[in-house]
């Protein structure tokens, strides 16, 4: 029976979430961060045509697949429909509409499926909690599609072990290959979910035809893909390519790097557990309640996040929330021991639903160790980037806050606010570090990133690049963009992309020589220079660099420190 109580309760849930929405959606057009630009561009390029791993050598243009069908409906239908009516939108933004619109939806569903486990009382901060969690910008990547894999799969099993049904085998094929084809890394996690499935078969947890089920979607949706492949580029072509693949710029080989993120969760699992020794010696000496347990994590995580963004002010962004989602995430064991010992009946025994909840908690737990091990081998950037898939296990933790006999109301709402802080306020722009929505911004009102607005430098760069590319450049020719990621030159333009990858190391190595020495027919009309880049200086001594201002010696045009080069 629904009392006053709960209507009250409901109405403000609905009240805070309406804000929490019409929040996310008024902050959508600050800023531009530098791998947005990045992403986009590498999609539109498989949008305009390119031959994948035969036109682009980028191993995340598997993910044009997933965004094509958005970019042929904007393209198609909604732009010349947004000029019609004079709205300000362009790509950027129509496609960050998109992206929190499906973000929303996803949000929807699991409230529906945690409010139907035995963690009702949590369900609603731990979904507010997603839906305002930044996985690195607000906008489509490799990042974001593996987040909404993700997090489908944790709803998925939470769903299976309730009802034991068939189909979410097939459902969790589906999820698991979009992370795939959006990071073809991800198949490590398909493999591991098909183990999981089997395991599960094994032990008489699941029906046999669910793994069955899994593989076979797997198989099928995967032969979609070396099918288009086989009609588009030919998988001859792709398989004689595949060595062009991957990043040549590590700073060290891969083993190192791995070795080396290995060293940093070590390091945040001893920061972690630094409290919850200090708890367990305590109550040896003299005993402590519970009541002063969950004060002193509190405490202990509050402490930490300030100290880690005092520590850098100017270098404040989403990298530092991860530091704590680590923390979080390393103490999930010891709240769930303490629930084996308190609340809960052995593992093993699905007697109840609490049982069943808890072990689709000890699944999500260990998936999300898995994606993370996945992200720390074959990613070549700092603890932060596995440590974004560490959100599904602090969802997880909240739920379990909640549910304490003494709720962690503190730490709980202390996520939450945090979270509020870099959807609403926060900033992604540039090259990362601390912008918020009160800086003054101007609006751009040509271009794909219509509507967005901008830091006025950024909004003069981004200018200063439509007038050069318009005035001379048309969809016709083939542009070569130097310093591809960190303008907008790519997304202004539709021109062909003449690059191996929108991220080309012009001032490091010498992959794009070799591109076009394998690709003739791509070699680029017209090269875009910024010569105000830091790394200007760099790309001028490097062999590419110096291969390019030998072959691309006319100035067709130039404009503030942007210059427009051709061959004679």
């Keep these: 029976m629904i009392t006053i109580e709960d209507n009250k309760n409901n109405i403000f849930k609905i009240i805070i979430a309406a804000i929490i929405v019409m929040l996310s959606y008024a902050t959508i ?9 990045g992403l986009l561009s590498i999609y539109k390029g498989i949008y305009q045509g390119q031959h994948m791993f035969v036109d682009s050598w980028e191993t995340l243009q598997t993910g044009g697949l997933l965004t094509y069908p958005l970019l042929a409906l904007y393209y198609q239908v909604l732009q010349p429909l947004f000029a019609s009516l004079s709205l300000n939108i362009g790509l950027v933004l129509y496609m960050r ?79 698991a290959s979009v992370a795939v084809v959006a990071y073809p890394s991800m198949i490590i996690m398909a493999v591991f979910i098909g183990v999981l499935w089997l395991y599960l078969v094994i032990k008489d947890e699941a029906p046999t035809l ?26 001859g072509n792709v398989i004689a390519q595949l060595p062009n693949l991957g990043n040549q710029d590590y700073d060290y080989p891969v083993y190192i790097c791995f070795g080396i993120m290995l060293l940093s969760y070590g390091v945040f699992a001893v920061i972690a557990y630094i409290p919850i020794v200090f708890v367990w010696i305590l109550n040896k000496l003299r005993g402590i309640d519970e009541y002063a347990e969950k004060a002193i994590l509190t405490l202990y995580f509050i402490i930490f996040m300030i100290s880690a963004c005092l ?5 404040i962004s989403t990298s530092r929330f991860i530091y704590g989602c680590l923390i979080i995430f390393f103490w999930f064991p010891y709240f769930m021991r303490d629930k084996e010992k308190s609340e809960f009946v052995k593992i093993g025994s699905f007697a109840t639903r609490q049982d069943e909840d808890k072990m689709a908690m000890w699944t999500v737990f260990v998936i999300s160790v898995v994606a993370q091990i ?44 945090v979270a509020m802080f870099f959807m609403g306020i926060w900033v992604a722009d540039s090259n990362g570090g601390f912008c918020h929505v009160f800086e003054r911004m101007i609006y751009v009102t040509e ?18 690049v439509i007038n050069l590319l ?33 991220y080309a190391r012009t001032q490091l190595n010498t992959k794009l020589i070799d591109y076009y020495k394998i690709n003739p027919d791509n070699m680029a009309d017209y090269v875009l220079l910024d010569t105000g880049h830091d790394k200007y200086q760099y790309f001028v001594d490097n062999e590419t660099g110096k291969y390019l201002l030998e072959t691309y010696t006319h100035e067709v045009a130039r404009e503030g420190d942007f210059v427009l080069l051709s061959k004679e």
């Excluded at 669910?210 to 998988?235: E, K, N, P, R």
């Design 470 to 502: 318009e005035e001379n450049v048309t969809a016709d020719n083939k542009l070569l963009v130097a310093f591809g990621a960190n303008c907008a030159g790519y997304l202004n333009s539709n021109a062909w992309q003449a690059t191996y990858s929108v």
């Design 97 to 175: 509409i998109c992206y929190m619109t499906v973000r929303l939806i996803i949000s929807v569903y699991l409230y529906i499926v945690l409010v139907d486990s035995d963690y009702e009382k949590g369900a609603f901060p731990a979904v507010i909690f997603y839906y305002m969690f930044v996985i690195g910008w607000k906008d489509f990547s490799y990042k974001s599609y593996c987040d909404f894999a993700m997090v489908l799969i944790m709803c998925y099993m939470f769903r299976f072990y309730k009802t034991r049904k068939i189909v979410y085998g097939l459902l969790t094929a589906i999820a």
């Design 311 to 315: 520590l850098r002010i100017e270098g």
């Design 29 to 37: 057009s600050y800023g531009f961060y530098v791998d947005e630009n």
């Design 447 to 464: 271009g794909e990133l219509k509507g967005v607005a901008l830091p006025q430098d950024e909004y003069e760069v981004n200018d200063v």
């Design 374 to 417: 996945v992200w720390s081998v074959f990613n070549n950037q700092q603890v932060t980037e596995p440590g974004y898939m560490t959100l599904y296990v602090v969802i997880m933790m909240i739920l379990l806050f909640c549910e304490e006999r003494h709720e962690y109301f503190g730490l709980k709402n202390f996520l939450v606010l």
């Design 210 to 235: 669910t793994v069955v089920l899994y593989v076979i979607t797997c198989f099928v949706l995967g032969g979609l893909v070396l099918v288009y492949l086989q009609f588009t580029s030919g998988l």
